[in-house]
């Protein structure tokens, strides 16, 4: 018996064919999105989970800013994590991480820039539950030792044995350490990815860093993480440490977060790297929900019609003692059978498309046993939601009367009819408010990318690299000084200058401080500010224009040196007129600064964020050569000629060194490369809604129109046109799409405002973004309705009235 009820639901399929590609189509289509989506969902919420992932907690800086603590700083002090470690007896241990961003290892002749790295106490390996693959933990306490990972010491070593050797690193002077460990590769769901760790003891000796070592409160450049206790309660310890003042400053707290928290919901300055956004994992899961649900009631829509024209058929099943168990039961099987065909081939579109995904969002997701766990959530999801839809037609089927239908005079009762309204009208809010929010990011990212940013980056060249030699800071500055006045002769460059940082470059080189007194003698303790370096012609090289005063002032040895603010920073000073503070002085860092000019605000760090208080100075500073090239490399063969003479002008100059360059405007543009990858992931998701939607609309309509049919003929016959049957069939939908809209605007205008929230500086929500949304939703209608309905008016009335 069961066999055969599997033998009718295929004999079924295949005779509907039109019903049956629709159904299947349609189903495999909103799965396979589902799941491609899902898994990315799961990518991003896996990150920084392990065996004990939910013991370890990070510290982060609050600072006071108007009266109200805001998270301000993802670093914290060298002594954060031993007194913490010693006030609160819920933490096991901590383990403080000094980022080494510009490292260069040389082996032999072998040359590898390697900027993910840190120095780190040797209990990272049991607060993060890493083991060593060779080597020893207990070697690595020592000073100018280092653990690599396994890939980066195959590409230092070869296949030599590592441990034991000695490699040189140079970060601004060089050092010898001694491989003591292998570690295994760490996963990519990490917010703090490392290829190496050098012992932290080697601050003591390492020259650069040698200064930091002393504990205290002066400098937070440390990551810190806490091991806790595993009963301990995390909101009551977060509540004890941030109303204890553990460093005598009530300007500024110690707070913690979760270490799975970090990647998705902590946006910090000087994070270790770009996070993640929740926002965006929450968009893609409504889309992704938006998109299975629609391929479930184009099923329930298109098989509640299709039950009215197998009504004879379940008439003379029931006349023949069929049972309504089993008519249900025909009917699931039925929707079973689709619901396999349509996953199995939502699996091979997964199968197909999840390489050309990863290679979008340049993450490495994989569908398989590994993730399974992990998926069994939406597994059950689209299994209960697939029966949940082939439920309810089997229900409609079941409960026809055999009498009625054998008489043919089974209908659409009002309340069927209102149900499968109400369901085209959902599919037709959610494709409306898909479309809202399209359009709404589209503009959003279009509006970054023109807004002004307050200078001139086109054709700027940053140039950096590491010398592999040591030589003094003086013979340095020589020979950059050199570098410049050589790139200056060249035909192509405009103007050269040198600076620590750049538009674009985020916080990664800039230094933050605190504790400032202003030129009318008040201290601002709590003033945080922005500070960085660069030569006079820098404000040239990137147009930044003055609202005051002018660039940097050479100043007599015993002169006070002089600086340029923002004008943000001189509001924060309390002046409205930038000119009165034009050679006035500042105090910080223990110096008096004089003020040159007041420049024009710029966006340093995007539009993401807020314009930040900035100060330059003057200093002699080689990090970054900037070179700005005139309108004779405007061309791509042009620029690819200049940037070949300058690499090799640069190699002749420092022959013993690396190299890497940046246009700056590519660099500042890359900020949003996140968001327009989501812009066209939103698109291509909403189209595929829309398609979905369509493809229901499509074969509710052939339907209709074959029910009508009739109805069409004596309409036809008694003189009706192609134009008055058309807009009869049209215009019931058409009033769906409207009322669809209408409930769509309000919920369309909140999310995307909410959206919206994450940007300083964003687009508005225009009218005619509403407006577009219900043209594009009443054509899709009109276009896949009037496909049918001009076919059906155009048909020849003789044939469908030759049955009465």
């Given at each position: 018996m069961n066999l055969l009820y599997f033998k009718i639901a295929f004999r079924y399929l295949i005779k509907n064919k039109l019903y049956s590609f629709i159904n299947i189509i349609g189903l495999s289509l909103g799965t396979a999105a589902f799941i491609i989506i899902s898994l990315y969902v799961s990518y991003e919420k896996s990150y920084d989970?392990?065996?004990?992932?939910?013991?370890?907690?990070?510290?982060?800086?609050?600072y006071l800013e108007g009266g109200i603590f805001e998270p301000g700083d993802a670093q914290t002090y060298n002594l954060s994590g031993p007194t913490i470690e010693k006030q609160f007896p819920e933490v096991i241990d901590y383990v403080r991480l000094f980022r080494l961003e510009n490292v260069t290892f040389v082996n032999k002749d072998k040359i590898i820039e390697q900027p993910r790295g840190a120095l780190a106490d040797a209990s990272y390996f049991d607060i993060f539950n890493t083991a060593l693959l060779e080597g020893s933990i207990e070697e690595y306490n020592k000073p100018n030792t280092i653990i690599l990972s396994e890939s980066l010491a195959k590409k230092i070593f070869g296949e030599e044995d590592p441990i034991a050797k000695t490699i040189s690193a140079f970060y601004e002077e060089n050092v010898l350490l001694e491989v003591v460990g292998i570690m295994p590769d760490q996963s990519e769901t990490t917010h703090m990815k490392l290829n190496y760790l050098v012992s932290f003891e080697t601050m003591k000796t390492w020259y650069p860093m040698s200064s930091g070592?002393?504990?205290?409160?002066?400098?937070?450049?440390?990551?810190?993480?806490?091991?806790?206790?595993?009963?301990?309660?995390?909101?009551?310890?977060?509540?004890?440490?941030?109303?204890?003042?553990?460093?005598?400053?009530?300007?500024?707290?110690?707070?913690i977060e979760r270490l799975s928290d970090i990647h998705l919901y902590s946006d910090k300055p000087y994070e270790a790297e770009t996070n993640g956004s929740r926002s965006r994992i929450r968009f893609l899961s409504v889309i992704a929900i938006i998109i299975l649900i629609?391929?479930?009631?184009?099923?329930?829509?298109?098989?509640?019609?299709?039950?009215?024209?197998?009504?004879?058929?379940?008439?003379?099943?029931?006349v023949a003692g069929a049972k309504r168990s089993q008519l249900i039961t025909q009917s699931l099987i039925e929707s079973l059978c689709l619901f396999v065909l349509a996953f199995i081939i939502a699996i091979i579109l997964v199968a197909f498309l999840l390489p050309v995904f990863n290679n979008f969002v340049e993450k490495s997701l994989v569908f398989g046993i590994a993730n399974f766990k992990s998926l069994l959530p939406f597994a059950g999801l689209i299994l209960l939601g697939s029966l949940l839809a082939g439920f309810y037609p089997a229900?409609?089927?079941?409960?026809?009367?055999?009498?009625?239908?054998?008489?043919?005079?089974?209908?659409?009762?009002?309340?069927?009819?209102?149900?499968?309204?109400?369901?085209?009208?959902?599919?037709?809010?959610?494709t409306i408010t898909l479309i809202i929010g399209t359009l709404v990011v589209a503009k959003q990212i279009h509006f970054l990318k023109e807004q002004p940013i307050g200078v001139e980056l086109s054709q700027v060249l940053a140039l950096n690299g590491k010398v592999l030699e040591s030589i003094s800071d003086s013979l340095m500055i020589k020979k950059v000084a050199v570098f410049e006045s050589e790139l200056k002769n060249l035909s192509f460059v405009e103007s050269v200058a040198t600076a620590s940082t750049y538009p674009g470059d985020g916080y990664n080189n800039l230094s933050s401080t605190v504790g400032i007194e202003f030129p009318n003698g008040k201290t601002e303790e709590r003033q945080l500010f922005y500070i960085y370096q660069a030569s006079p012609n820098y404000f040239n090289v990137v147009n930044i224009q003055f609202v005051a005063g002018k660039a940097f002032i050479k100043s007599s040895e015993n002169s006070p040196?002089?600086?340029?603010?923002?004008?943000?920073?001189?509001?924060?000073?309390?002046?409205?007129?930038?000119?009165?503070?034009?050679?006035?002085?500042?105090?910080?860092?223990?110096?008096?600064?004089?003020?040159?000019?007041?420049?024009?605000?710029y966006h340093h760090f995007g539009l993401k964020t807020g314009i930040e208080p900035l100060i330059i100075f003057n200093d002699q500073v080689y990090d970054n050569v900037l070179v700005k090239f005139n309108s004779s490399s405007s061309s791509v063969a042009g620029m690819q000629t200049s940037l070949d003479k300058v690499k090799t002008l640069y190699t002749s100059i420092f022959p013993?060194?690396?190299?890497?360059?940046?246009?700056?405007?590519k660099k500042f543009e890359a900020q949003y490369t996140e968001d327009r990858k989501f812009g066209v992931a939103f698109q291509i998701f909403t189209s595929l809604a829309i398609f979905i939607a369509a493809l229901g609309l499509f074969g509710l309509t052939?339907?209709?129109?074959?029910?009508?049919?009739?109805?069409?003929?004596?309409?036809?016959?008694?003189?009706?046109?192609?134009?008055?049957?058309?807009?009869?069939?049209?215009?019931?939908?058409?009033?769906?799409?409207?009322?669809?809209?209408?409930?769509?605007?309000?919920?369309?205008?909140?999310?995307?405002?909410?959206?919206?929230?994450e940007f300083a500086y964003r687009t508005d929500l225009s009218w005619w973004i509403f407006a577009l949304s219900a043209l594009i939703a009443v054509v899709i209608a009109l276009v896949t309705v009037s496909f049918q309905s001009i076919s059906a008016a155009m048909s020849n009335p003789v044939k469908s009235l030759r049955t009465e």
């Amino acid at each position: 018996m069961n066999l055969l009820y599997f033998k009718i639901a295929f004999r079924y399929l295949i005779k509907n064919k039109l019903y049956s590609f629709i159904n299947i189509i349609g189903l495999s289509l909103g799965t396979a999105a589902f799941i491609i989506i899902s898994l990315y969902v799961s990518y991003e919420k896996s990150y920084d989970t392990f065996e004990g992932s939910d013991h370890v907690y990070r510290v982060y800086m609050d600072y006071l800013e108007g009266g109200i603590f805001e998270p301000g700083d993802a670093q914290t002090y060298n002594l954060s994590g031993p007194t913490i470690e010693k006030q609160f007896p819920e933490v096991i241990d901590y383990v403080r991480l000094f980022r080494l961003e510009n490292v260069t290892f040389v082996n032999k002749d072998k040359i590898i820039e390697q900027p993910r790295g840190a120095l780190a106490d040797a209990s990272y390996f049991d607060i993060f539950n890493t083991a060593l693959l060779e080597g020893s933990i207990e070697e690595y306490n020592k000073p100018n030792t280092i653990i690599l990972s396994e890939s980066l010491a195959k590409k230092i070593f070869g296949e030599e044995d590592p441990i034991a050797k000695t490699i040189s690193a140079f970060y601004e002077e060089n050092v010898l350490l001694e491989v003591v460990g292998i570690m295994p590769d760490q996963s990519e769901t990490t917010h703090m990815k490392l290829n190496y760790l050098v012992s932290f003891e080697t601050m003591k000796t390492w020259y650069p860093m040698s200064s930091g070592w002393e504990l205290n409160w002066n400098a937070n450049n440390f990551f810190t993480y806490l091991k806790l206790h595993k009963n301990t309660d995390f909101e009551e310890l977060q509540d004890k440490l941030i109303h204890i003042d553990i460093e005598n400053n009530s300007n500024e707290r110690h707070n913690i977060e979760r270490l799975s928290d970090i990647h998705l919901y902590s946006d910090k300055p000087y994070e270790a790297e770009t996070n993640g956004s929740r926002s965006r994992i929450r968009f893609l899961s409504v889309i992704a929900i938006i998109i299975l649900i629609l391929s479930w009631l184009n099923y329930i829509n298109l098989s509640t019609v299709r039950s009215l024209e197998r009504s004879r058929e379940v008439g003379i099943r029931k006349v023949a003692g069929a049972k309504r168990s089993q008519l249900i039961t025909q009917s699931l099987i039925e929707s079973l059978c689709l619901f396999v065909l349509a996953f199995i081939i939502a699996i091979i579109l997964v199968a197909f498309l999840l390489p050309v995904f990863n290679n979008f969002v340049e993450k490495s997701l994989v569908f398989g046993i590994a993730n399974f766990k992990s998926l069994l959530p939406f597994a059950g999801l689209i299994l209960l939601g697939s029966l949940l839809a082939g439920f309810y037609p089997a229900i409609i089927l079941s409960n026809f009367s055999p009498i009625k239908a054998l008489k043919g005079k089974i209908s659409n009762s009002s309340n069927k009819l209102n149900i499968r309204k109400g369901l085209i009208t959902l599919q037709f809010f959610a494709t409306i408010t898909l479309i809202i929010g399209t359009l709404v990011v589209a503009k959003q990212i279009h509006f970054l990318k023109e807004q002004p940013i307050g200078v001139e980056l086109s054709q700027v060249l940053a140039l950096n690299g590491k010398v592999l030699e040591s030589i003094s800071d003086s013979l340095m500055i020589k020979k950059v000084a050199v570098f410049e006045s050589e790139l200056k002769n060249l035909s192509f460059v405009e103007s050269v200058a040198t600076a620590s940082t750049y538009p674009g470059d985020g916080y990664n080189n800039l230094s933050s401080t605190v504790g400032i007194e202003f030129p009318n003698g008040k201290t601002e303790e709590r003033q945080l500010f922005y500070i960085y370096q660069a030569s006079p012609n820098y404000f040239n090289v990137v147009n930044i224009q003055f609202v005051a005063g002018k660039a940097f002032i050479k100043s007599s040895e015993n002169s006070p040196r002089t600086i340029v603010i923002n004008e943000k920073f001189a509001r924060k000073m309390g002046y409205s007129n930038p000119n009165e503070l034009v050679d006035k002085q500042v105090k910080f860092w223990d110096e008096n600064w004089t003020i040159s000019g007041v420049m024009e605000d710029y966006h340093h760090f995007g539009l993401k964020t807020g314009i930040e208080p900035l100060i330059i100075f003057n200093d002699q500073v080689y990090d970054n050569v900037l070179v700005k090239f005139n309108s004779s490399s405007s061309s791509v063969a042009g620029m690819q000629t200049s940037l070949d003479k300058v690499k090799t002008l640069y190699t002749s100059i420092f022959p013993n060194s690396t190299l890497n360059y940046t246009f700056l405007d590519k660099k500042f543009e890359a900020q949003y490369t996140e968001d327009r990858k989501f812009g066209v992931a939103f698109q291509i998701f909403t189209s595929l809604a829309i398609f979905i939607a369509a493809l229901g609309l499509f074969g509710l309509t052939s339907y209709m129109c074959l029910q009508r049919r009739k109805e069409i003929g004596i309409r036809k016959v008694t003189g009706a046109s192609i134009f008055q049957i058309v807009t009869l069939l049209n215009k019931d939908f058409i009033l769906l799409v409207i009322i669809a809209f209408i409930i769509a605007v309000p919920v369309g205008w909140y999310i995307m405002s909410q959206w919206l929230q994450e940007f300083a500086y964003r687009t508005d929500l225009s009218w005619w973004i509403f407006a577009l949304s219900a043209l594009i939703a009443v054509v899709i209608a009109l276009v896949t309705v009037s496909f049918q309905s001009i076919s059906a008016a155009m048909s020849n009335p003789v044939k469908s009235l030759r049955t009465e």
